[in-house]
């Protein structure tokens, strides 16, 4: 089966095929970091993390470069308030994003550019810019002049008007109306000591060079994706694709990938609308970063996602009779040799990859996943399969695994202190000492150790 992606570029499903044989070059755009990121962000960023795995899955050797902005107007103004360095109000930024990233079991992208560290680089394409004629300056501003970029629009399908091609843009970010963009902005006092003094004046880069400088560094002018959140679309996207293409007389990249938004109560979540959740707020409340990743993960990439309390517990118990169907392989004693598993194991993997080569389809792969749960637990109910049956399942469910990154495979693993816990609270039942062994079975709660009383005696799992 070939994979096929939809692609904005072209507005449908189109088979996907990269520029060299097996190698992927990706570009995600990254975090502002002013602000712990929000779940809306790491719904962008697990999707990204999805499509990076797939594609790894599918043998692609990816280079995935998601950039860092650590100066815009948000960060000038988040360090200028606390009174900081813009280094080190966006050095904690950043360490926080990492930490939320392997929380959530992110997997580290090849490279993370930081924009400050680039500033010659967007320098520079702005020159290129200029000499080619696509720019004019009006107050020490220099703006891209989108009426000589022939196919402005063609990413958003916006319209470029008569009027609105006169009026220019100061801000990065504004919507719904096709104007000169910003490449250049020169020191105001609102920015402090916040400037780079280039061969364009005392100043700093608009937002939406940073990427593209920094794609074209890294990438090279054409790559195969390009990635982000539906609200990059426009202007953002449609503006790197100007810049790019107008620079380097070449197509920029051949594959838009973009996730639709987390919302909240019908809205985008967002830090303007201040109707966010951080990672943190969420891991605080008890949901481990593996269910706030199936939680993000589990609806198409494509459809806006609520978020809701009863979501999230809804995703850890789906995780959880994942996480218990896992454990249940890994103790499975044995049984009657199943001749037919063999084709039910490669059917299965075959349809998950079907439904991931579907244009990433996330909820047909987890119910191609719980259907086959369901079956195997009852095979493992009646005895009819064996060991070596079971560690076929095994193999292949961690396997998939490695794309979507939901199970816990060190889960089993606990600290020599637990263990002794365990056994004092199992000393304590034994001589019927309840309150010492409830006692200390709260204590393992808090630590995140579940106990279970059954019949072949107690036995003990993590926390989802
Ligand atoms: P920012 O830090 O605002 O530049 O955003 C980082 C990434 O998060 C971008 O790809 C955005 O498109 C994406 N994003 C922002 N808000 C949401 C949301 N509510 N749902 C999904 N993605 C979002
Ligand atoms: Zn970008």
Same mark, same amino acid.
């Given at each position: 089966m070939s994979l096929k992606f939809f692609n904005t570029l072209e507005r449908k499903n189109v088979e996907f095929k990269s520029i060299e044989p097996n190698k992927v070059q990706m570009y995600t755009c990254g975090?502002?970091?002013?602000?712990y990121g929000h779940i809306g962000n790491f719904r962008t960023f697990v999707f990204q993390d999805i499509l990076r795995r797939y594609l790894k899955y599918k043998g692609y050797e990816v280079t995935q470069i998601m950039n860092l902005t650590d100066v815009d107007d948000k960060t000038i103004k988040g360090a200028q308030l606390e009174g900081i360095s813009l280094k080190k109000f966006t050095e904690r930024y950043t360490k926080a994003f990492f930490e939320d990233r392997d929380t959530l079991n992110i997997e580290q992208a090849e490279q993370y550019p930081k924009a400050t560290n680039y500033i010659a680089e967007m320098v520079k394409m702005i020159m290129k810019l200029t000499e080619k004629g696509y720019t004019y300056q009006n107050g020490g501003a220099i703006y891209f002049d989108i009426s000589k970029f022939k196919n402005y629009g063609k990413l958003s399908g916006i319209k470029t008007q008569e009027t609105s091609r006169r009026s220019r843009i100061k801000k990065d970010e504004y919507k719904d109306e096709a104007i000169d963009f910003i490449l250049w902005k020169p020191w105001n006092k609102?920015? $402090?000591?916040?400037f780079w003094k280039t061969k364009l004046g005392k100043g700093r880069p608009g937002w939406h060079t940073e990427c593209s400088a920094i794609a074209n560094l890294y990438l090279g002018p054409l790559f195969d994706i390009h990635s982000g959140g539906v609200? *990059?679309? #426009?202007p953002h996207h449609e503006n790197e694709i100007a810049q790019s293409e107008a620079a380097n007389d070449s197509k920029f990249a051949n594959y838009w990938l973009h996730a639709e938004h987390l919302i909240l109560d019908g809205e985008k979540m967002s830090k303007s609308l201040k109707n966010i959740y951080s990672v943190r707020d969420i891991t605080k409340k008890g949901y481990s970063g593996r269910t706030i990743r199936y939680l993000l993960a589990s609806?198409?990439?494509r459809t806006q996602l609520n978020f809701t309390d009863a979501g999230l517990k809804q995703a850890e118990s789906s995780l959880e009779r994942l996480q218990d169907f896992i454990r249940r392989l890994k103790n499975f004693e044995d049984g009657k040799n199943n001749p037919e598993l063999t084709n039910k194991v490669q059917e299965f993997s075959r349809m998950f990859e079907a439904e991931m080569d579907n244009d990433l389809n996330i909820p047909g792969a987890l119910s191609v996943i719980f259907d086959f749960l369901k079956d195997i637990n009852r095979l493992m109910d009646m005895k009819e399969i064996s060991r070596v049956n079971v560690d076929d399942v095994y193999n292949t469910m961690i396997r998939l695994d490695k794309? *979507? $990154? #939901?199970?816990?495979?060190?889960?089993?693993k606990i600290s020599e202190k637990i263990k002794e816990l365990i056994i004092h609270r199992e000393e304590a039942r034994r001589s019927k000492d309840w309150k010492k062994s409830d006692l200390i079975r709260d204590e393992l709660l808090k630590k995140g150790i579940i106990l279970e009383d059954t019949l072949d005696g107690v036995k003990w799992k993590k926390k989802q």
């Open positions: 975090p502002t970091v002013y602000d609102n920015d $402090g000591d916040i609200d *990059l679309i #426009f609806a198409h990439y794309v *979507l $990154g #939901f199970i816990n495979t060190s889960e089993e």
